[in-house]
DNA sequence: TACGCGTACGTTAACGTTAACGTATTTCGC
DNA sequence: GCGAAATACGTTAACGTTAACGTACGCGTA
């Protein structure tokens, strides 16, 4: 019965080498192909391989043998199937505007760190901005199977099916956790920094409607410059629009700013790609920053420190946020904790040559 | 026998609301569930559903009626079970060395946009430039059923057991498609750009060993420089260390560079990021970019023309690249076309503000 | 009226795994 | 030396799909 097995299984082996150059899913090996090779059945190769409950009973030389055996023929437990039977994926989903941004992919480098720790993968999916892709992408996690949603610079507006952490999300919506940053604070350090430096003519560069701090962040400004007195000129603020992600964004807003011939000596801009590319913008017409005008940018991104002058800015941890919205995920999907509507993250000023006090142009 | 069968669905879909609270995975609707609400059996749903060469025979009211109820229902095909069946998952795998690097993300990025468009999705790694850690996580993407990989700056040594696009990637094996630079023609265009602006003393930053560009780069400027006469001098030559992808990775180089007392007019550096960051080593000593010395980049990233000055420097089409490798494993995969070992990318100089006469600055 | 053919579905098995339960043999206590 | 318990496995069913095959019925035709 042996030497009926060991031909069997050579004539199989031989089989699979033959058809390996047409189809390479022909050499993957199954649990079956381990348990024929050692003369067991599936399940008690699968007991051994996970050590279940069940294998308590099966004696250290067996365990050997199948263990070997795996080993071996380089058996690896097909997920899919293991998936549908357990009905866990350990996968989920990140969904975020695009790809490639400074801002997601930091934020995503920090997830992913969380994730690889934990061993889960993720699934990524960019919708462009386009509600209705976003709603196809949803509906398509799902249906692989993921377990959780991590959305990056995204709104949700209808109650998730499935735990979901926004990672910058605004809209209060039950059964979302929102990682957010304290806005309040960070307009409060930005202005109050602006201000000690003798600056009350300060210009804004308002973030574009589809970026989900935009209203928020614009409302904290307006709230904590009311309080310090920093009046806010409407001839001064400048509503970005686009969706590009380099320093280009702000560029042309800038020059529209000083085309409108209202003097003023410092920027707060919506983020440090603006105000990178409208430091080019004055800088083209002549102004010299920090003398001329003071600029403040906002997420402390890779480059803001390399920017010339180097940019001051309020840092959003933004590696931070993409662990603590994993480890958010998982500790709620796995249980572990309970569901929370919100984490909020300190932003911090950054200062940078990029900000000098007011009036030192003129000197 | 209708009103049984209508008893029996709201009782279910009543039993499924009060679950829902604790398991969210109770309320996803399955093709029997389908099937029973409208009376017939899976394999027709199924067969409706994908209208397959079956669903022929099946009336036009059937069939609406089929899909009135999977609408209604909002079912949404279980990916895992169906993959298991037909054996094909469309998702790859996305090897890169790290998350949420310029390099990286903009490849990447290119690689979304074509899969999108042909309805794959993909799963990515980070092996963070451990050998170890690469095996360990190919055969879990293949546990996951991935049909092909694409990787990103990462060498591989084994012949891969399914199709497989390295970007970036020079170690020829068998069944790996190579996406690579002309990196002739780059150091071509570089070196004959420094020269024809007088250079003759040429410094250079030469990549980390981990990244995979390194050593074809470096033997093509070695080969280039002799046909035109370009000294390269052991004293003007770096090696960058370090896996920091921020500018910061250049910065302690380029001050190396200048503390060996050796003088030079230009730079040409391994990429970008490590450009920058020598600028502001050179800046920061006192010398004028590009009147005392002249910087070269590679690459072409994003932030590459908000330097200040805006950088020269070797455009590689990152985001094409993506698209490249993509439809390239894509049409592999599928069969619509055959493996090829290499696919070759045309580099272009970007000319900006970095770059001027050698001398200039003496006058 | 018997036969064939098209219509409209149902049935079965399989993809690879695993949890629950079953069964045959051995070991041990009293 | 007999029953109970432990040991070492096997068997079955199920996860949700789908491809291949099967069947029952009605209709037209020779």
Redesign the interface.
Known sequence: MCFLALRFESTILSGKKLKREKN??E??VTLKEVANHVGLTAGTVSAVLNNSAASRSIPESTRQRILAAARELNY??????R??RV?R?Y?IGVILQ?????YG??V??GI?EVL?ERDF??????HRHDKRLLRTYS??L????VEGFITVDTSISEKP???TVAVAGHKYVSDVTNITLDHRKAAEIALHHLKSLGHDRIAFLKGQMESSDSVVRWEAICAVAQELNVIIRPELVVQLEGKD????LGYPFGKQLLSRNVPFTALFAYNDISA??AM?AF?EAGKRIPEDISVVGFDDI??A????PALTTVRQPL?KMGRIAAKALLDWIEGRSEYMPEIAIEPELVIRNSTSPAGYGKS
Chains 1, 2 share one sequence.
């Open positions: 390479p899913k050499n993957i690896r437990p097909n997920m899919l199937a998936s549908l009905q994926t996968t695009e790809i490639g941004d400074a992919s930091t995503v480098s992913e690889s993968f993720f699934l990524t999916v960019a509906d398509l799902i249906s692989r199977g099916v499935l735990p992600s380099t320093p280009e990178i590319g080019r800088q890779n480059f420190s390399f920017a010339r590696k």
